[in-house]
T-cell receptor, first 115, second 116 residues
Framework: AQSVAQPEDQVNVAEGNPLTVKCTYSVSGNPYLFWYVQYPNRGLQFLLKYITGDNLVKGSYGFEAEFNKSQTSFHLKKPSALVSDSALYFCAVRDMGAAGNKLTFGGGTRVLVKP | DAGVTQSPTHLIKTRGQQVTLRCSPKSGHDTVSWYQQALGQGPQFIFQYYEEEERQRGNFPDRFSGHQFPNYSSELNVNALLLGDSALYLC???????????????FGPGTRLTVL
């Protein structure tokens, strides 16, 4: 079965500094990977996905993610963090073993951007 | 373009009761998935509906059931509620085309269920 791990419960960064949120995955076959963000009392908002192609994926709100097959990682990055980026971030992998596009999520990483 | 909508926003029930949650998919989408997000955890997949049938199911008991209507909207039903069913219930929609699958799932704002 596929799985994702987010090793950091919380990431603290100063506004204007680079932001990285880590994700590693375990799948059989080629992975379909996603990042979502969740603001308080809200649903999940799609940021970006990796299906195939370039290892650097660009997404919404200035976020990007780097796919690394050898390290089985899909880290989310933003060159210059904003206070408004403070939220809960989830990495997810799509189930490729059966009909349907079920997502398996990591436990989430809380990002706190300080002014 | 309307996004995914869910109702109600909040719900309070007591143990043993039954609850029905509703979801309308994003315009143009035909597949609806339901997830349970307990406090402090990532969402857990409950099941997915396509063409009015359950296509995929996660590790949830039969107390959790669902339905999809011809207009692609969906309901999640939970019977014999337990305290542990308290969570944010998220609906997500996507498009399964005849030529393959559009993988991105778009989520609604969720329904917060509290079981007392």
């Amino acid at each position: 079965a596929q799985s994702v791990a987010q090793p950091e419960d919380q990431v603290n960064v100063a506004e204007g500094n680079p932001l990285t949120v880590k994700c590693t995955y375990s799948v059989s076959g080629n992975p379909y990977l996603f990042w979502y963000v969740q603001y308080p009392n809200r649903g999940l908002q799609f940021l970006l996905k990796y299906i195939t192609g370039d290892n650097l994926v660009k997404g919404s709100y200035g976020f990007e993610a780097e796919f690394n097959k050898s390290q089985t990682s899909f880290h989310l990055k933003k060159p210059s963090a904003l206070v408004s980026d403070s939220a809960l971030y989830f990495c997810a992998v799509r189930d490729m073993g059966a009909a349907g596009n079920k997502l398996t999520f990591g436990g989430g990483t809380r990002v706190l951007v300080k002014p | 373009d309307a996004g995914v909508t869910q109702s109600p926003t909040h719900l309070i029930k007591t143990r043993g009761q039954q609850v029905t949650l509703r979801c309308s998919p994003k315009s143009g989408h035909d597949t609806v998935s339901w997830y349970q997000q307990a406090l402090g955890q990532g969402p857990q997949f409950i099941f997915q509906y396509y063409e009015e049938e359950e296509r995929q199911r996660g590790n949830f008991p039969d107390r959790f059931s669902g339905h999809q209507f011809p207009n692609y909207s969906s309901e999640l039903n939970v019977n014999a509620l337990l305290l542990g069913d308290s969570a944010l219930y998220l609906c997500a929609s996507s498009l399964v085309g005849s030529g393959g699958e559009t993988d991105t799932q778009y989520f609604g704002p969720g329904t917060r269920l509290t079981v007392l």
